[in-house]
T-cell receptor, first 115, second 113 residues
């Protein structure tokens, strides 16, 4: 079946503008994650949605970042008043919550450039 | 929170030789340890994972070992091939409804033909 998809693939925005990044998880996956990968760096956890539970927002770097997940499927990550340090690849992942089944499948990412 | 350290940051090995990448973690409650391979410009892909009730797991040329007492785990790639060249990331999570991954900083593996 289809994997995790993200849009747009690339986004260039001016400092101070707001951006929205979209993630479509694998159908039926109950958990959805957002990570950020800066150039040449590892992946940094941002936020995690699991079913109807309150999201784990512990990785969001500031209150300019927010995310929602509608209908338990599609998720949108919003960055308000973007700054140059927000430039990175934003990766979404989803997983199927089975007993012992933790594999996270990643999307292709959105490369955000703030000028 | 969890902290994962990964070494080395770069590794070059001759084709056919073995490569070993090591990670340590800080939270003794972590119980799931995946390894991801990321080729240039592509998404991370799971290559192998291990859970805390297992000490070693193998899948063809790839193996992972886990030492819970010492809080470290390692990736072993034998008979390396040019297509093994990539960046490898280790990660850890608590599991049991808290599956967010804490990643290491990555190892750039280069296989020399």
């Amino acid at each position: 079946g289809a994997g995790v998809s993200q849009s747009p693939s690339n986004k260039v925005t001016e400092k101070g503008k707001d951006v929205e990044l979209r993630c479509d998880p694998i159908s039926g996956h109950t958990a959805l994650y957002w990570y950020r990968q800066s150039l040449g760096q590892g992946l940094e956890f941002l936020i995690y949605f699991q079913g109807n539970s309150a999201p784990d927002k512990s990785g969001l770097p500031s209150d300019r970042f927010s995310a929602e997940r509608t209908g338990g499927s599609v998720s949108t990550l919003t960055i308000q008043r973007t700054q140059q340090e927000d430039s990175a690849v934003y990766l979404c992942a989803s997983s199927l919550e089975l007993a012992g089944g933790y594999e996270q499948y990643f999307g292709p990412g959105t490369r955000l450039t703030v000028t | 929170g969890e902290n994962v350290e990964q070494h080395p940051s770069t590794l070059s090995v001759q084709e056919g030789d073995s490569a070993v990448i090591k990670c340590t973690y800080s939270d003794s409650a972590s119980n799931y340890f995946p390894w991801y391979k990321q080729e240039l410009g592509k998404r991370p892909q799971l290559i192998i994972d291990i859970r805390s009730n297992v000490g070693e797991k193998k899948d063809q040329r790839i193996a992972v070992t886990l030492n819970k007492t010492a809080k470290h785990f390692s990736l072993h790639i034998t008979e390396t091939q040019p297509e093994d060249s990539a960046v490898y990331f280790c990660a850890a999570s608590l599991g049991f409804g808290n599956e967010k991954l804490t990643f290491g900083t990555g190892t750039r593996l280069t296989i020399i033909p």
